[in-house]
C-alpha cells in the first residue's frame, strides 16, 4: 500500500548479519529493507516502494544460511542471528538465469534498467536463441494510452495499482497460465468497455515501455504533434472535430485574424 | 522511450487537490506527465485529467488573449488585459452603483488555490457589499 504503517518499536530489534555487515532492524523489516538500510544494493524488477511486494520476479533472491530455498528479499522479513549472503555464486546463477529468460522471451529495448542489468550479470541470453518469444501485437483501444506487452514482463504494478493499491477499480488483471500468462482485460474485451476509468496509473508504474501514453507512442513513430492531436481527438468521444473544438464563426475569425 | 529535455515539476491544473507532478518536455512539447511521489497530496497517483489532459497547452485554437466585442452584432476582438480588466472594472462599478451591490453575485471555482477563493469573496463582500458569494464545489 502506499502508506505504510510504521513500526513503533514496540518490540526489541532483530540483530542479523547481511553480507558480514551486522545490522539491527524493527521486527517485520523486509530483508530488502533491511540491506538498504546498511547500504546494500539489491537488484529488483517488480518490487516498487509504492506498490504491494509479492516476490514475483526473483531477482531480489538471497541467500540465508540455513534455509532450504533461496528467499525472496522484497517480501522475506527478517530473523533473530539470520546470515545473509545477496551476492553469492548461488544468488547470482539465479539472477543470471532469470534474466537470461527474460531477455530472450520479452523485447526489454525499453528498460534500460533492465539492459544494465543483463550486462552487470553476464548475461547470454542467446542460450535461449531458439526458444519461444512473447509477441502479442500491440493493443490500441483507447484514445489515451496503448498496450504493449511484448515489452511486458509481468511485474503485476499495473494490476496492483489498478486494484487495491491505489484506483480500486480492478480493471485489469493475469490471464492465462505459465507461458502465456498476459496482463488482459475480462475475456480481453476492449479496455473501453470495462471498468477502466483511464486513470493512467497503470502507465505510470510500469517499468517498461510496455503501457505508454498515446501521444508518447504516436511521437516515437514519428507522427508531427499536429497529427498526433487530430488523431487522439478523432478517436475520443467523438465530439470533437478535426479543427478543436466547435467555435463560433466569428469568434474563429477574430483569432484567424489575430 | 523518448527521453525528455527537461522535466518541469508542477501542480496540476484542473481541482483544488493540488496533485504534484512531472511534466515532460521535448522541443517545448509535453509529452508525458508523471505523478510524484514525494509529496502527501498524491503519492504519485494521477487520474485521467492530470495525466493525458494536457492536449490543450498546445490546442490551435487555444484562448493567448482576451477577446472584446463592444455589442452583440459585432464580431470579437483580441484586445490587451489592462483594457479588458478595465472594462470589467468599470462595467462592475457601473453595476453596483446603478442597481445596488445586491445586482452583483460572485462565483468561485474549485481549480483556484484556497487563497484565490479567500481573496474572491473578500472581493465580493468589501469592494461590492454583496454577500452573494458562491462556490461551484457546493454541489
Known sequence: MFIKSENFMTEENIQLTIDGIPI??????????????????????????????????????????????????????VQEGAVVHTNSEKVQRSRRTILEMLASTVDLSESPELQEMVVEYDCHPERFENGKKRQPEIIDDNPVYIRDYSQCVLCWRCVQVCADDAQFTYAINFSGRGFDTQIATFFD???????????????????????????????????????????TRLQGKGKRSIGGPHLDRQYQNAMERE | MLKADRVVHTTCPYCGVGCQLDLHIREDLIFRAEGRYDN??????????????????????????????SSRNEALQPTSWDAALDTVAKRLIDTRDQYGPRSVAVLVSAKCTNEDNYILQK?????????????????
Open chain 1, 189 to 231: 474485451k476492449p479496455l473501453t468497455e470495462t471498468s477502466c476509468v483511464f486513470c493512467g496509473n497503470c502507465v505510470g508504474v510500469c517499468p517498461t515501455g510496455a503501457l505508454k501514453s498515446k501521444r508518447e507512442h504516436l511521437l516515437e513513430q514519428g507522427v508531427a504533434p499536429d497529427q498526433i492531436f487530430e488523431l
Open chain 1, 24 to 77: 539491527s532492524v524493527p521486527k517485520g523489516t523486509t530483508i530488502l529493507d533491511a540491506a538498504r538500510e546498511a547500504g546494500i544494493d539489491i537488484p529488483v524488477l517488480c518490487y516498487f516502494a509504492h506498490t504491494t511486494a509479492n516476490g514475483l520476479c526473483r531477482l531480489c533472491v538471497v541467500d540465508v544460511e540455513g534455509s532450504r530455498v533461496l528467499q525472496a528479499s522484497c517480501v522475506a522479513q
Open chain 2, 123 to 139: 472581493f465580493a463582500r468589501a469592494v461590492i457589499g454583496t454577500n452573494t458569494v458562491d462556490h461551484c464545489a457546493r454541489l
Open chain 2, 40 to 69: 502527501q497530496v498524491n503519492f504519485g497517483q494521477l487520474c485521467v485529467k492530470g495525466r493525458f489532459g494536457f492536449d490543450y497547452v498546445h490546442a490551435a485554437d487555444r484562448l493567448r488573449k482576451p477577446l472584446m466585442r
